[in-house]
């Protein structure tokens, strides 16, 4: 089993930034790939990023590109997801994600976090 705990959520104008945080324990690997995940109310759950915690490989949803930044510290087995210039649609519950498969489709991944919810105010 892995464990993931989310922190670093909040409300935040719009242009400003974030950085989310997700604490992984138990049966952790450099085998998996960690994603971060978004749902809006009534929307399904989005794609955001994702990155290979042996290579550090990353992948971005065409939505953040060029302006999120998922990284790793394998050390302190943590994945970072740095949001700048947010957007009001960027407003979600965010969640982070463990997988041995990775990709960008949910179900992909077997292990969630509980979530952490952003705002961003116009």
């Known amino acids: 089993q892995v464990q993931l705990v989310e922190s670093g959520g909040g409300l935040v104008q719009a242009g400003g930034s974030l950085r989310l945080s997700c604490a992984a324990s138990?049966?952790?690997?450099?085998?998996?790939?960690m994603g971060w995940f978004r749902q809006a109310p009534g929307k399904e759950r989005e794609f955001v990023a994702r990155?290979?915690?042996?290579?550090?490989?990353?992948y971005y949803g065409d939505s953040v590109k060029g302006r999120f930044t998922i990284s790793r510290d394998n050390a302190e087995n943590t994945v970072y997801l740095q949001m700048n210039s947010l957007k009001p649609e960027d407003t979600a519950v965010y969640y982070c994600?463990?997988?041995?498969?990775?990709?960008?489709?949910?179900?992909?991944?077997?292990?969630w976090g509980q979530g952490t919810q952003v705002t961003v105010s116009s």
């Open positions: 990155i290979t915690l042996s290579g550090g490989t990353t």
């Open positions: 994600a463990a997988s041995l498969i990775g990709g960008t489709r949910a179900n992909s991944y077997g292990y």
């Open positions: 138990g049966r952790t690997s450099t085998k998996h790939v």
